[in-house]
């Protein structure tokens, strides 16, 4: 079976201060992965997505960077915090499902506080 | 901007009593997935609907699509209290083209069933 796996949980860092965030995912190949964030109350925000190694997608302009050094693998990074990027970070995976749906499972999340 | 808006933002109903929480969206889409939030966890998948099609079931879970009005309900029937959770409707796009592995969640219901 597939287990996604995210770290730190939670995290609190000062402002300036770079950042990074690891999701791992087991048990299949060639996911598409996926970086959320996710304000306290409200709904997703996609922040980047990938295809494969190396194809990384950004929604948004901002602080945050993504990679996808292995498969399985991707990484969200920032190289100095401000406080706006206070969340809930949640990762994801899917797979083509029947009839070409995709279907999302998430990670357990790390909730990032910049102080 | 979002894609999805689910309608109430929070509900409170008795344990027993049925839940029913509507997402409304606006543009063309060929699948519309439900998914549950426990407070501080990454979401799960619930229920996936096609756009060809007008009802789901899933043990306790019906789910409606209605793509002339473009909305969808969900309805929890027979409510417990570990039903409490937010709820989040997501949106496939029709497109075919690169990009179509990707979700837009809306805005989210909060639901609390009272014991």
């Known amino acids: 079976s597939q287990t996604i796996h995210q770290w730190p949980a939670t995290l609190v860092q000062p402002v300036g201060s770079p950042l990074s965030l690891e999701c791992t995912v087991e048990?299949?190949?060639?996911?598409?992965l996926y970086w959320y964030r996710q304000a306290a109350g409200r709904g997703l925000q996609l922040l980047f997505y990938?295809?494969?190694?190396?194809?990384i997608s950004s929604e948004v302009p901002q602080n945050l960077s993504a990679s996808r050094p292995q498969d399985r693998q991707f990484i969200l990074s920032s190289k100095k915090l401000l406080l706006s990027d206070s969340g809930f970070y949640l990762c994801?995976?899917?797979?083509?499902?029947?009839?070409?749906?995709?279907?999302?499972?998430f990670g357990p999340g790390t909730r990032l506080t910049v102080t | 901007s979002q894609q999805g808006e689910e309608d109430p933002q929070a509900l409170s109903i008795q344990e027993g009593e049925n839940a029913t929480m509507n997402c409304s969206y606006k543009?063309?889409?060929?699948?519309l997935q439900w998914y549950r939030q426990n407070s501080g966890r990454g979401l799960v998948h619930l229920i996936l609907?096609?756009?060809?099609?007008r009802e789901k079931h899933s043990g306790r879970l019906r789910v409606t699509l209605d793509t002339s009005k473009k909305s969808s309900s969900l309805l929890i029937t027979a409510s417990r209290a570990a039903d409490t959770a937010s709820y989040f409707c997501?949106?496939?796009?029709?497109?075919?083209?690169?990009?179509?592995?990707?979700?837009?969640f809306g805005t989210g219901t909060r639901l609390t069933i009272i014991p």
């Open positions: 609907i096609r756009s060809n099609e």
């Open positions: 543009t063309s889409i060929n699948n």
């Open positions: 994801a995976w899917s797979a083509v499902g029947t009839g070409g749906f995709y279907e999302q499972y």
């Open positions: 997501a949106t496939g796009p029709t497109i075919s083209n690169f990009g179509n592995e990707k979700l837009t």
């Open positions: 048990g299949t190949s060639n996911p598409n």
């Open positions: 990938s295809v494969g190694i190396g194809q």
